[in-house]
């Protein structure tokens, strides 16, 4: 398969992934899920150094959700695991790339020996500047979005914000996953077509890509192809775009 071609020009700033399909790849081979979700870590790796190599500033990954506590306890177990090790067998490439590693979600559900290793990275790590990758953890859209509320109404109520003074950017200005800008393109693996509560506030103009490929499976190539779709696209924000001649002009143009 030759690669697909991605210009240098246009690309996303902000990537932002839902890596679905670590159980079924895994029932597919008759292994039991923890195995989807090791070769699962093994592909955010892949695309967090082709990301890195194509210049995206900003890739956020949905690694945990705040609703992912609900499953059962050994699977949980294991994802905590696997995101130290991943974190620790990481750590030299990310510091020498000049990578900035973040987490956002609510961080303080983590186990402690998730956070030993996650916040002294996040605090080396905290002035490079060629790529930051978030990793979404213990985060739930809605959750940040309720979060953002209730800073703001504190304001508001300790009387240094007036009612009026709550606006979209306001809102926006307090959730941590935006700090890197909204995200301009969202892939999700899997073959399903929702957005499961990731990034929900950043999402309004974000365009979508939607992968068949199971999450283990993806690779760099698919990155690119995904990118590659991206910059096919006309993005409006709202306004009118370039358009489309007419097929004929009417009366009224002649
Ligand atoms: C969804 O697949 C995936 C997750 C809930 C976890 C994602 C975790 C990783 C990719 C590995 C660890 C992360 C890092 C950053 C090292 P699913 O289990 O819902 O798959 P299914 O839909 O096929 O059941």
Redesign the pocket.
């Known amino acids: 398969m030759t690669s697909p071609v991605v210009e240098l020009r246009g690309l996303p700033s902000h990537v932002g992934i839902i890596?679905?399909?670590?159980?079924?790849?895994a029932?597919l081979r008759g292994l039991p899920?923890t195995e989807?979700?090791r070769a699962?870590?093994a592909?955010?790796r892949r695309v967090v150094r082709a990301s890195r190599r194509l210049g995206v500033r900003a890739l956020t990954?949905?690694?945990?959700?705040e609703q992912?506590w609900a499953?059962p306890e050994d699977e949980v177990g294991t994802?905590m695991e696997?995101?130290q090790?991943?974190l620790v067998s990481e750590r030299g490439e990310i510091l020498g790339n000049g990578i900035r590693l973040q987490a956002v979600g609510n961080l303080e559900r983590l186990p402690a020996f998730v956070r030993t290793v996650l916040d002294p990275l996040a605090a080396e790590s905290a002035g490079n500047h060629d790529m930051t990758l978030t990793?979404a953890l213990s985060y739930g859209g809605r959750e940040e979005i309720a979060a953002a509320a209730r800073e703001l109404s504190i304001e508001v109520q300790a009387g240094r914000m007036r009612p009026d003074d709550i606006t979209a950017e306001a809102l926006r200005a307090r959730m941590p996953s935006l700090a890197v800008g909204d995200p301009d393109l969202v892939i999700r693996t899997?073959g399903?077509q929702r957005i499961s509560n990731f990034l929900l506030y950043g999402l309004a103009y974000a365009e979508l890509v939607f992968s068949d490929k199971?999450?283990p499976d993806f690779g760099a190539d698919d990155l690119y192809a995904a990118v590659a779709a991206y910059q096919g696209r006309e993005r409006r924000f709202g306004r009118v775009g370039k358009g489309v001649a007419p097929l004929s002009p009417t009366k009224a143009q002649v």
């Not at 890596?19 to 790849?25: A, K, L």
């Open positions: 890596m679905d399909g670590n159980g079924r790849w029932q899920r989807g979700h699962g870590s592909a955010v990954v949905y690694a945990f959700s992912n499953r994802l696997l995101l090790e991943f990793l899997g399903e199971l999450w």
